[in-house]
């Protein structure tokens, strides 16, 4: 069942979420190349990049959606040469380095297709069950990174914060939008569950550290 928004609130929440989500790759682009570390799991990038290529150039959006998509997918192309650059030195210590590249490529091959088939599988041309469905797996990989980690490389709580706030306003919009569907309620809410752990868990661990986590920009 879909329920009547206005024209003006959908465009707030749609902006709103666009600006949070563009600070946050900003945010990560910045401390990427101040740390030479990326700040975005590699399999939450390629997952990013896909849905953001797909739903620009195969199945775009309308405006003001399609124009949020573009941008984020250019400041998701700077985060991949970050990822090229800098990602070999997070891989796994007990692969060998030179698997890096092949296993980065798989990894943008299959996420690329898993988005692409959900949406035809779901005739989902808004990409909502992929966006939602990999943002849950991008907030338990950020919790991850983290802790696997033990420290803030690539990561700020201006990253958290809006990261959280651009998640939370489309979760809005599609629970009023889609108020019937038990599968987007559960991702809405476990989203920001982890969305909030990850700020709180990063808070600390620059406290640990010694860091103001505000003045880390």
């Not at 573009?70 to 210590?93: M, P, S």
């Not at 599609?174 to 599968?183: E, H, R, T, V």
Request: aromatic share 18%; glycine share 4%; proline share 4%.
């Amino acid at each position: 069942m879909l329920l009547a928004v206005s024209p003006e609130l959908r465009w707030t929440l749609q902006i709103s979420s666009g600006l949070c989500w563009t600070l946050s790759y900003l945010f990560i682009i910045k401390r990427g190349f101040q740390d030479k570390a990326l700040g975005m799991p590699l399999v939450a990038l390629c997952a990013n990049i896909s849905w953001e290529f797909i739903f620009s150039f195969i199945y775009p959006h309308a405006a003001p959606q399609y124009y949020v998509n573009v941008v984020w997918f250019l400041f998701d192309c700077i985060i991949l040469f970050q990822a090229l650059k800098f990602g070999k030195f997070d891989f796994n210590k007990n692969l060998p380095a030179k698997l890096f590249y092949p296993t980065f490529a798989l990894t943008l091959v299959m996420s690329f297709c898993a988005v692409l088939f959900i949406s035809r599988e779901f005739k989902d041309t808004d990409g909502k069950y992929a966006a939602f469905g990999q943002n849950l797996m991008m907030s338990v990989m950020f919790v991850s990174m983290l802790l696997r980690r033990n420290g803030v490389e690539g990561q700020s709580i201006y990253i958290a914060l809006f990261k959280m706030i651009g998640t939370l306003l489309p979760s809005i919009l599609f629970l009023m939008l889609f108020p019937s569907s038990l599968l987007l309620d559960f991702l809405y809410v476990s989203i920001f569950i982890f969305d909030l752990i990850y700020f709180v868990m990063l808070y600390q661990k620059c406290l640990a550290k010694r860091i103001n986590p505000w003045a880390r920009i």
